[in-house]
């Protein structure tokens, strides 16, 4: 079976050497030392490879039953979450007014990192919950925040988001589930909800649905839609738990992966809800949720990847098969083992340069995020905002494709489901989809956040790609990273003119060209990683650290980024200059 062990070493280098916490001047970062973040990370691994990882076997092959309108999770999944509860996990960077312990966002993202690895469906219970958490928090009443939030933050009660409905997914404007105002103040729900992840489960006393619904008087589309909070069971005035709530699971989803997460089709009968936020604003407040559980999916993206990698090289130092064609590396054994293989390199190389690159960037969005909260820092805001489409959609496309990589270094025990490998893969195809499918973000990209506050926040990118470019003028060790990184950075540029020059007379243009963008953008925002990264790891050995071959390795995997992968942007630019004619040539009919 897969075993994993947390990669501390990367991040710390990450947060101390690349990011810099403590010196950053970031309100809340002022305890991210290294002894602090190294214990918070160190604790984070055990949690993950003693209690977290050994279920994830369990929760695929076990799944979830509903017996009697209850959901029973595998087994072992309600003593760990019990022991993340009481390990204080769940509650890492909340707000302390409501019992959080008030970290950054960026410590809840690495911690994040370390529990999706070891068990993603199990972790999206409490994901979840967060998400939910962090729209109450912006959007409730003082009220609803004392009510709903402390029990939030201990995980007592989850959450859940619910937007997709059978007939809408993508296009939320048409949804159907209608809200009902009544007298004292509340609504009636009712409608169904379709694909809901933790949806109902025996984990927490309370399920807090955030539910999205029409309300009168809101017009067509999205416009008219609000969002609403509706308890499984109704909280008194104490704060004790009265009624269950006319909500009720029709069934769960089989499905591909992340098995031990219930995805619920949810009938909501009159249940009572209440408004959160403004009144047919709704998609404003979930998008506070969205916005979080999209980065938190690109996360996703990479760490199972992360997972399946570090399976992938033990089993390549270990199987033997084949010679070295330069020679045997093993030559008292019947064969040498699969790593002396160049292909199998290749294979191990992209896995390790995208996993490192993607913590990299997450890290780096998620410090964005917390200098928007706690320095109300608008560029931060606007360049996460750009960012988030790519974090999303590059790296759980990417991430998916290194966990059939890992896969592939197994041969046909990848393939076989006592290895567990097949599990990464089929647990790592689903992000590709939920939190607006892929396509969706590479439209959300090209037609929305380029030009967002007419360009700035790309040109801002562009910027900064530039002066990172220009700090390494006259270092010869980092030419492989600028080099490579300027031609790439130009090539998203020309890209980006393609779509001014004919995006507007024929939207085709730019949309035919949108998902060839997000990906040439990963590529580039990956290429500014490393570049940093590689920056850092020089500093480190020209100031005589003492694990040269951590820094040595980091210079390397860097290179092999930039050398192998970047110069996939010129092809996404090609494709993007073909414009819409070779896409939309062919008649419907013709298909
Ligand atoms: C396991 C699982 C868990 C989920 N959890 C939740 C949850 O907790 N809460 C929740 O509300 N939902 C959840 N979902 C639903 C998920 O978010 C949706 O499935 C997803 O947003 C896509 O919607 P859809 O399935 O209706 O596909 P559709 O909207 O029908 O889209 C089908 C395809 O068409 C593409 N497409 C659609 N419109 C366009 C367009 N204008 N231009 C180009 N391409 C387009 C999409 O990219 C997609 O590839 C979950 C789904 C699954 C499978």
């Not at 007379?505 to 953008?521: I, Q, R, V």
């Amino acid at each position: 079976m897969p075993t994993y062990t947390a990669p501390l070493k990367d991040m710390q280098f990450l947060l101390q050497d690349v990011l810099r916490v403590t010196e950053t001047g970031v309100p809340g970062y002022e305890d991210l030392d290294a002894s602090f973040t190294s214990a918070v990370l160190e604790e984070a691994g055990k949690v993950a490879s003693e209690v977290l990882a050994p279920l994830n076997a369990v929760g695929d092959a076990q799944g979830c039953v509903l017996e009697n309108g209850v959901v029973r999770t595998p087994e072992g999944f309600k003593a760990a979450f019990e022991a993340m509860k009481e390990g204080g996990w769940t509650a890492l960077d909340c707000d302390p007014e409501y019992g959080g312990q008030g970290l950054p966002y960026l410590m809840g993202t690495a911690v994040g990192e370390i529990f999706v690895s070891a068990n993603m469906a199990f972790n999206m219970y409490q994901g979840l919950t967060h998400g939910a958490y962090s729209a109450i928090h912006a959007h409730g009443t003082d009220e609803q925040r004392a009510t709903y939030l402390p029990k939030m933050v201990s995980c007592d009660w989850t959450g859940t988001m619910n937007l997709t409905e059978p007939h809408c997914g993508t296009d939320l404007g048409m949804l159907r589930t209608k809200a009902e105002p009544q007298a004292d103040g509340s609504y009636k729900i009712t409608g169904q909800k379709i694909f809901i992840s933790a949806g109902e489960h025996d984990m927490a006393e309370n399920i807090i649905h955030l539910v999205l619904a029409k309300a009168p008087g809101g017009g067509e589309g999205t416009k008219g839609i609000s969002l609403f909070i509706v308890p499984k069971f109704m909280v008194k005035e104490d704060g004790s738990l009265g009624d269950r709530n006319a909500v009720s699971v029709g069934k769960i989803e089989e499905k591909m992966g992340i098995h031990g997460n219930a995805t619920c089709v949810l009938n909501y009968d009159g249940a009572t809800g209440f408004l959160l936020g403004e009144l047919h604003k709704g998609m404003r407040a979930m998008f506070t949720m969205m916005n979080e559980a999209r980065l938190g999916v690109g996360l996703q993206g990479y760490a199972v990847a992360e997972a399946a990698y570090q399976n992938a090289v033990a089993y390549a130092k270990d199987r033997l098969q084949g010679r070295d064609v330069t020679g045997a590396k093993n030559p008292a054994g019947a064969a040498d083992p699969l790593i002396v293989h160049p292909d199998i390199r290749r294979s191990l190389m992209d896995q390790k340069s995208f996993v490192e690159g993607a913590r990299a960037l997450t890290f780096w969005g998620a410090s964005l995020i917390d200098r928007h909260h706690r320095q109300n820092d608008a560029a931060a805001d606007g360049l996460v905002g750009l960012l988030t489409p790519v974090i999303k959609g590059f790296q759980t496309d990417k991430g998916f494709e290194m966990a059939v990589q890992a896969q592939q270094v197994y041969g046909g025990h990848g393939y076989i489901e006592e290895q567990g490998m097949s599990q990464f893969v089929r647990d790592a195809r689903i992000a590709m989809i939920y939190e607006g499918a892929n396509g969706v973000q590479a439209l959300d990209l090209v037609g929305r956040k380029l030009a967002a506050d007419g360009g700035k926040h790309v040109m801002a990118f562009f910027d900064m790609v530039k002066a990172e470019c220009k700090a390494h003028d006259g270092d010869a060790r980092m030419v492989p990273f600028t080099e490579a990184l300027k031609a790439a950075s130009k090539q998203m540029q020309a890209a980006g003119m393609f779509f001014m020059q004919n995006g507007m007379k024929n939207p085709n243009a730019a949309l035919a060209g949108s998902y060839d963008f997000m990906h040439l953008m990963g590529h580039v925002c990956l290429g500014l990683m490393w570049t940093r990264m590689a920056k850092a790891a020089y500093a480190a050995l020209d100031a005589g650290a003492a694990d040269t071959t951590f820094y040595e390795t980091k210079i390397t995997t860097g290179r092999y980024y930039m050398a192998r992968q970047l110069p996939a942007c010129a092809t996404h630019l090609a494709r993007i200059e073909s414009g819409a004619d070779p896409v939309m040539a062919l008649a419907a009919e013709a298909f």
